[in-house]
């Protein structure tokens, strides 16, 4: 891998810009692997990274039926944060945060991590109490979050509409100074080339269609471009982790539903922070080419149809002219879904599964794009070392037996 | 899926509906009697196919009256309803 640096620019710029290398190669898959991991968006990448990075494991492959980082990586809303409730989310968010505030560094390639602080608003009573709680609980873990009040709010963020006579004012809200947002595509990208450097072969256009197993372990798996064996699979498939998990027998806790999100036409810069509001399902922020990015609630229907219905922007945009009226004369440009894999608990499953060497990364739900680079970690030490990391122990599939679950319905964005 | 086509009522936007998840889900009656993974299976597990699915279906902003649903979850179109009781339609491709 030639670095990417501002010698490399000035060099490159020299031959108008025809000398660049592939960012990563396009092999053929060969029989084997020590590894494969089925899904190449965000965590899939990211985990195949850390299997060659800190355990050394470099002939794995990564799987992708269609291209690096077309669904739930490419279609969400770019939001990073860690302010989770438990103690267990907490770490593991935080986790992850940490490893983003290095990651360009770390990989050589800019995904624009922009820590330019998360807003959540309070609307009532009961929402300025679970807030506060939040804050105080984030605190203990040493995750930084301040509570603003309805004042501090308006000076923060001088576009929100502050009336008291609006169908849910704002009362308050917290801020996360470091979170923020970051180039989704940029994340695909820049793990699927520093993985690829070490080794990893990525193959696109490669639909698993079974997975194989001998005395109750894995052996392979079929795809559209023949049998490919390894000792050790990972699903990381998001929506799709049901479908995946039936190949082997396993029926997993979550259902998959849309999840839409919305851009405008782009403006001047008049946004520089993230507002998401649980209580009326809507978030925005304003990306770099100046588009207001909005996320909406899910489509509470179980469905594949990465569409969703046109109700649920409807509701979406009317909680987002409320809370912001300018952008009432805002035209939109273009509506999404995304497949997401929501948990009873509304936290992930990153886990063993009953079959030896089979391994499960799913059920982020509406929240995993902020996780990304901290999920790959954990999952790819629960694969090299054939029991989980310290962090991601508490989210085994087995919770949902033992009862200990770590219910996150509230530091959620979107209600499961 | 823009519309529903409600048993009782006929079709109505989809914005006068409540989803109400996985259809013919039966409840032990004692569930005293169940293991940690029966009971779990009972709580958590659900369909969650990518294709036909049995569903409810709740009219919250028509008549008020639940129903069931066979929809494909891929496509999103409605393949036949039917009212509670009544055993869940045989529904082609």
């Given at each position: 891998?030639?670095?990417?640096?501002?010698?490399a620019l000035a060099r490159n710029a020299l031959g108008y810009h025809e000398g660049w290398e592939r960012a990563w190669r396009a092999p053929?898959?060969?029989?084997?692997?020590?590894?494969?991991?089925?899904?190449?968006?965000?965590?899939?990448?990211?985990?195949?990274?850390?299997?060659?990075?800190?355990?050394?494991?470099?002939?794995?492959?990564?799987?992708?039926?269609?291209?690096?980082?077309?669904?739930?990586?490419?279609?969400?809303?770019?939001?990073?944060?860690?302010?989770?409730?438990?103690?267990?989310?907490?770490?593991?968010?935080?986790?992850?945060?940490?490893?983003?505030?290095?990651?360009?560094?770390?990989l050589n390639y800019n995904v624009m991590f922009s820590q330019r602080g998360v807003m959540n608003l309070a609307h009532n009573l009961h929402?300025?109490?679970?807030?506060?709680?939040?804050?105080?609980?984030?605190?203990?873990?040493?995750?930084?979050?301040?509570?603003?009040?309805?004042?501090?709010?308006?000076?923060?963020?001088?576009?929100?509409?502050?009336?008291?006579?609006?169908?849910?004012?704002?009362?308050?809200?917290?801020?996360?100074?470091?979170?923020?947002?970051?180039?989704?595509?940029?994340?695909?990208?820049?793990?699927?080339?520093?993985?690829?450097?070490?080794?990893?072969?990525?193959?696109?256009?490669?639909?698993?269609?079974?997975?194989?197993?001998?005395?109750?372990?894995?052996?392979?798996?079929?795809?559209?471009?023949?049998?490919?064996?390894?000792?050790?699979?990972?699903?990381?498939?998001?929506?799709?982790?049901?479908?995946?998990?039936?190949?082997?027998?396993?029926?997993?806790?979550?259902?998959?539903?849309?999840?839409?999100?919305?851009?405008?036409?782009?403006?001047?810069?008049?946004?520089?922070?993230?507002?998401?509001?649980?209580?009326?399902?809507?978030?925005?922020?304003?990306?770099?080419?100046?588009?207001?990015?909005?996320?909406?609630?899910?489509?509470?229907?179980?469905?594949?149809?990465?569409?969703?219905?046109?109700?649920?922007?409807?509701?979406?945009?009317?909680?987002?002219?409320?809370?912001?009226?300018?952008?009432?004369?805002?035209?939109?440009?273009?509506?999404?879904?995304?497949?997401?894999?929501?948990?009873?608990?509304?936290?992930?499953?990153?886990?063993?599964?009953?079959?030896?060497?089979?391994?499960?990364?799913?059920?982020?739900?509406?929240?995993?794009?902020?996780a990304t680079p901290g999920s790959g970690h954990v999952f790819a030490h629960t694969i090299a070392r054939d029991e989980p990391h310290p962090?991601?122990?508490?989210?085994?599939?087995?919770?949902?037996?033992?009862?200990?679950?770590?219910?996150?319905?509230?530091?959620?964005?979107?209600?499961? | 899926?823009?519309?529903?086509?409600?048993?009782?009522?006929?079709?109505?936007?989809?914005?006068?509906?409540?989803?109400?998840?996985?259809?013919?889900?039966?409840?032990?009656?004692?569930?005293?009697?169940?293991?940690?993974?029966?009971?779990?299976?009972?709580?958590?597990?659900?369909?969650?196919?990518?294709?036909?699915?049995?569903?409810?279906?709740?009219?919250?902003?028509?008549?008020?009256?639940?129903?069931?649903?066979?929809?494909?979850?891929?496509?999103?179109?409605?393949?036949?309803?039917?009212?509670?009781?009544?055993?869940?339609?045989?529904?082609?491709?």
């Amino acid at each position: 891998m030639r670095r990417y640096s501002i010698l490399a620019l000035a060099r490159n710029a020299l031959g108008y810009h025809e000398g660049w290398e592939r960012a990563w190669r396009a092999p053929e898959p060969k029989p084997e692997y020590d590894a494969i991991i089925v899904g190449g968006g965000g965590h899939g990448l990211a985990t195949a990274y850390y299997l060659a990075k800190e355990h050394g494991i470099t002939n794995v492959a990564v799987l992708e039926k269609g291209w690096l980082g077309g669904g739930n990586t490419g279609r969400n809303t770019t939001i990073v944060r860690s302010n989770y409730l438990w103690d267990e989310s907490a770490a593991l968010y935080e986790h992850s945060l940490k490893i983003w505030e290095g990651l360009s560094q770390e990989l050589n390639y800019n995904v624009m991590f922009s820590q330019r602080g998360v807003m959540n608003l309070a609307h009532n009573l009961h929402d300025l109490r679970e807030l506060k709680r939040r804050a105080h609980a984030n605190r203990l873990n040493g995750i930084d979050c301040d509570f603003l009040s309805r004042e501090q709010v308006g000076e923060y963020c001088p576009l929100i509409n502050l009336s008291p006579d609006i169908r849910h004012p704002v009362l308050g809200a917290t801020l996360q100074r470091r979170g923020g947002v970051a180039r989704h595509d940029a994340v695909a990208w820049g793990f699927a080339r520093a993985a690829d450097a070490r080794g990893v072969d990525i193959i696109q256009n490669c639909e698993v269609t079974g997975i194989l197993r001998e005395g109750g372990r894995v052996t392979g798996v079929e795809t559209s471009r023949g049998t490919i064996r390894a000792k050790k699979i990972g699903l990381v498939t998001a929506g799709h982790s049901s479908v995946l998990a039936g190949m082997a027998g396993i029926r997993l806790p979550v259902e998959s539903h849309p999840l839409q999100a919305l851009v405008s036409e782009p403006v001047k810069p008049i946004l520089d922070t993230v507002v998401m509001s649980n209580t009326v399902h809507a978030y925005v922020s304003q990306s770099d080419k100046g588009e207001m990015v909005i996320g909406a609630g899910i489509d509470p229907y179980v469905s594949y149809s990465q569409r969703g219905g046109f109700n649920v922007v409807q509701d979406t945009l009317h909680a987002i002219v409320e809370m912001f009226p300018m952008f009432s004369r805002l035209r939109m440009l273009r509506q999404w879904g995304g497949i997401v894999d929501t948990c009873p608990d509304a936290s992930p499953i990153l886990s063993k599964t009953p079959i030896e060497g089979l391994y499960i990364n799913c059920g982020w739900g509406t929240g995993g794009f902020k996780a990304t680079p901290g999920s790959g970690h954990v999952f790819a030490h629960t694969i090299a070392r054939d029991e989980p990391h310290p962090l991601n122990a508490p989210f085994s599939l087995e919770r949902f037996t033992t009862g200990r679950l770590v219910d996150e319905h509230g530091a959620a964005a979107v209600a499961h | 899926m823009l519309t529903i086509p409600c048993p009782w009522c006929g079709e109505r936007d989809v914005h006068e509906f409540r989803s109400g998840g996985e259809a013919h889900l039966k409840r032990e009656s004692r569930t005293d009697n169940l293991s940690d993974a029966e009971w779990a299976d009972f709580l958590f597990l659900r369909a969650n196919p990518k294709g036909e699915h049995a569903e409810r279906w709740y009219h919250v902003h028509g008549c008020r009256r639940w129903f069931n649903a066979v929809r494909n979850t891929h496509t999103d179109t409605i393949l036949a309803v039917y009212k509670p009781g009544e055993a869940k339609s045989e529904v082609s491709q």
